[in-house]
């Protein structure tokens, strides 16, 4: 396997040029993928963060849906922020009718969990892989209309969850204790967004998974 894999970014919304910036700064080749062609070349893939049912409305348009969720039940590695979560999930909670996962993660994610826009918020969160790695620290995360999980089911890992007290030692508000990062097997997914950050551990910590499985 090349130490410099190929992964794509799925670019029909959301924030592709971001996702395609941290990849390159943790050692990836990154593409767009918008068509079959595109996502057959790719040795894995990042579902971008924007609105999970706009995502899933263009997949159908562009045909993409069922080769992607064909894709993603054959093994290919992907990682998913805030909408990429809920496009990963198996179940969601506080969808719209209709709405539609790829799936393959055994876990149920609750849509816009936070709030709304106006909820926006930033965190320094431990995440397992990185913050408890040889000199880490934690991981300064941005939540945008987030989801968070309700559940996982028993082969999940628990990678980060939302502190019961913010750094100033006051309680925390929403969220306290609900799951924001998690893996399940080749399937990486954060309610947050590490992109924008400056940030590419996240990042870092999926291209390594891709070189180890493929």
């Not at 062609?37 to 049912?53: H, I, K, N, Q």
């Not at 990185?130 to 941005?142: K, L, N």
């Not at 019961?164 to 954060?190: C, Q």
């Amino acid at each position: 396997m090349t130490t410099r894999p190929t992964i794509g970014v799925l670019a029909l919304q959301g924030d592709v040029r971001e996702h395609v910036r941290a990849l390159e700064a943790a050692g990836a080749r990154p593409v767009p993928v918008r068509r079959r062609s595109e996502l057959d070349a790719v040795d894995a893939l990042v579902l971008p963060g924007g609105e999970s049912t706009t995502i899933d409305k263009l997949l159908r348009i562009v045909e993409l849906d069922e080769p992607l969720r064909a894709a993603v039940r054959g093994g290919l590695p992907v990682y998913g922020s805030c909408a990429g979560m809920i496009l990963l999930a198996d179940r969601i909670e506080g969808g719209i009718e209709g709405q539609r996962t790829l799936g393959g993660m055994d876990v149920t994610v609750r849509r816009n969990a936070f709030g709304r826009q106006v909820d926006s918020f930033e965190a320094d969160l431990d995440v397992a892989g990185i913050s408890d790695a040889p000199g880490g620290e934690p991981v300064r995360t941005v939540f945008i209309r987030a989801p968070w999980i309700e559940q996982v089911g028993p082969q999940v890992e628990v990678l980060a969850r939302i502190p019961a007290r913010a750094t100033d030692g006051s309680p925390v508000a929403v969220g306290a204790g609900k799951i924001v990062a998690a893996r399940h097997g080749r399937l990486l997914a954060t309610s947050f967004h590490p992109e924008i950050t400056g940030d590419a551990r996240v990042h870092a910590l999926f291209v390594n998974l891709v070189r180890e499985q493929v």
